[in-house]
């Protein structure tokens, strides 16, 4: 009887461990996430990136079981994900964004750059008017003479600080539009694909509104993954992790990657234009720059 009590308890036991971990098995509860709703009006930036997370998940399924992926019902600013993120009863428990020295600190990032790092290829919003303004910028030196629109807590702002660029910064995402057609600022920088998505959406609520055709800037600016730094947080990384290394190996990220963003990047004829390159003080160490599978370069399409 007491073998037969010991066993029981051991049982027991084993299967509370069980349920507490992210391990596949038949009928446990499915593994939730939750990212933020970014903006009330037009917000199509972070389809791709909802995507990738989901054919990760996907992905892992067979390992890890099924998940239930949503966004969350509340719009939440920059600032708001942080502050939802950072309490353990918050209404989110993952975001995408580029990456900073402070985020890799408070959160747990998946180093993994889920756009190819295409958000550091830099197209600029302007008023159409000033175009040819632009054109005769030449070098670093020159973009000094000019403001750059950005969020406020954007981890650009200091890449452009550190050039020396004069930096305005508006506090929500859509007021950066209605900003640069009061002249607020001279030029919205936005990655290659955010610009021409969003002139297309916008055009006909900022009419001045123009994407300008000589200019590329470029500085490395991986978008990360993030997750809490607890239990649940270090196993959600884990299998986001496992789901992305399968898709850079099996060539799905970049199948995902050509179908969201190939037309519009197509469309800029980057290889064309003239590139400033500007530096970012903030990359950590563990940055994986080595990895050039990792990185798209749109000046050569690979």
């Known amino acids: 009887m007491m073998r037969n009590r010991g066993y029981g308890l051991r049982g027991a036991w084993q299967a509370l461990l069980l349920a507490s971990c992210l391990v596949a098995a038949p009928g446990r509860a499915a593994t939730q996430l939750t990212y933020p709703l970014t903006s009330d009006g037009i917000d199509s930036r972070y389809d791709y990136d909802w995507a ?5 998940l996907e992905k892992t399924t067979p390992q890890y079981g ?9 719009a939440m600013s920059p600032p708001r994900v942080v502050q939802e993120m950072s309490s353990p009863s918050g209404r989110i428990n993952i975001f995408v964004r580029a990456t900073t020295p402070e985020l890799e600190r408070q959160f747990l ?3 993994l750059p889920v756009d190819r790092g295409l958000l550091g290829y830099r197209l600029l919003l302007i008023r159409g008017a000033d175009q040819q303004r632009f054109a005769g910028i030449r070098n670093v030196a020159d ?9 406020q807590g ?11 660029v004069p930096v305005v910064e508006g506090s929500s995402y859509d007021g950066l539009f209605a900003m640069l057609e009061a002249e607020r600022f001279d030029f919205y920088s936005r990655s290659a694909d955010e610009a021409m ?16 055709q000589t200019l590329l800037l470029h500085y490395p600016l991986p978008r990360y ?11 959600l990384a884990k299998r986001i992790e496992t789901g992305m290394e399968m898709m850079i190996k099996d060539g799905t990220l970049n199948t ?29 160490p563990q940055t994986p720059l080595a990895r050039g599978e990792l990185w798209f370069n749109p000046l050569t399409g690979k």
Do not use: C
């Open 256 to 284: 995902l990657f050509q179908r969201y963003k190939g037309d519009l990047i197509k469309n800029t004829a980057m290889h064309k234009r003239r590139v400033i390159n500007l530096a970012n003080p903030k990359l950590t």
């Open 225 to 235: 993954f993030f997750v809490r730094r607890d239990a649940e947080g270090k196993l």
């Open 66 to 74: 099924v998940f239930e992926q949503h966004q969350s019902t509340v």
């Open 109 to 111: 990032p998946v180093r």
């Open 154 to 164: 954007w981890a650009d702002i200091p890449i452009f600080q550190r050039a020396g």
């Open 197 to 212: 998505r969003e002139f297309q959406e916008r055009h006909d609520a900022h009419p001045q509104m123009a994407v300008e």
């Open 52 to 56: 990738v997370l989901r054919t990760a």
């Open 143 to 151: 973009l000094r003479r000019l403001r750059a629109g950005l969020g």
